[in-house]
């Protein structure tokens, strides 16, 4: 059971957008940086977002991110079919003294 | 740009001790600001973190991993290694090992990962 909770899935079609929701509280999300990895099938996962809304060289700005309160968001838009892959928020959790991932979202292109 | 290449056996018999290395280049582990870290990854499930250790040797630990797991730093060869005894087969997981930003806390660079497979 992760402490974080992201939907298991997602859809949509090529070039309309998706959000993914991360929720948690006030010992991970809600006073701690919110980081995402993309991890397309087979590979390691990758670094998107980081430090709530920072994208690293070389992701393009169709991945933006967002956080409120104790939530964070991911939006793409312009949805390529490159995109589909498994989506996991990530963040540090103060009182255990760990990091924590959600469990992850599966983006389908229809 | 830094590159991580992890290491070890892919087979490991259940009860014993499961060794992982994890080999850093383009940049020295020793430089600062970084800690160094390890998590895994079971078959067709979630990432799960194991731990962290910074070039001082201090440590953070998955608490529900925390009484099986020892990281360790070697700044002469530019490594650290993950140590995970008592294995079970629930164990069996693709281990990738990570830089790990001191602010905030990001993940930033991981390696390719590599398959322990926990079976007699």
């Known amino acids: 059971q992760s402490v974080l909770t992201q939907p298991p899935s997602v859809s949509a079609a090529p070039g309309q957008r998706v959000t993914i929701s991360c929720s948690g509280n006030s010992s991970n999300i809600g006073n701690n940086f919110v980081s995402w990895y993309l991890q397309l099938p087979g590979t390691a996962p990758k670094l998107l977002i980081y430090?709530?809304?920072k994208r690293p060289s070389g992701i393009p700005d169709r991945f933006s991110g967002s956080k409120s309160g104790t939530s964070a968001t991911l939006g793409i838009t312009g949805l390529q079919t490159g995109d589909e892959a498994d989506y996991y928020c990530g963040s540090w959790h103060s009182s255990l003294r760990a990091f924590v991932f959600g469990p992850g979202t599966k983006v389908t292109v229809l | 740009q830094v590159q991580l290449q992890e290491s070890g056996p892919g087979l490991v018999k259940p009860s014993q001790t499961l060794s992982l290395t994890c080999t850093v280049s383009g940049g020295s582990i020793s430089s600062g600001g970084y800690y160094w870290s390890w998590i895994r990854q079971p078959a067709g499930k979630g990432l799960e973190w194991i731990g962290r250790i910074y070039t001082s040797g201090s440590t953070n630990y998955n608490p529900s991993l925390k009484s099986r797991v020892t990281i360790s730093v070697d700044t002469s060869k530019n490594q650290f290694s993950l140590k995970l005894s008592s294995v079970t087969a629930a164990d069996t997981a693709v281990y990738y090992c990570?830089?790990?930003?001191?602010?905030?806390?990001?993940?930033?660079?991981w390696g390719q990962g590599t398959l322990v497979t926990v079976s007699s």
């Open positions: 990570a830089r790990t930003t001191i602010f905030g806390v990001v993940n930033d660079f």
């Open positions: 430090d709530n809304n």
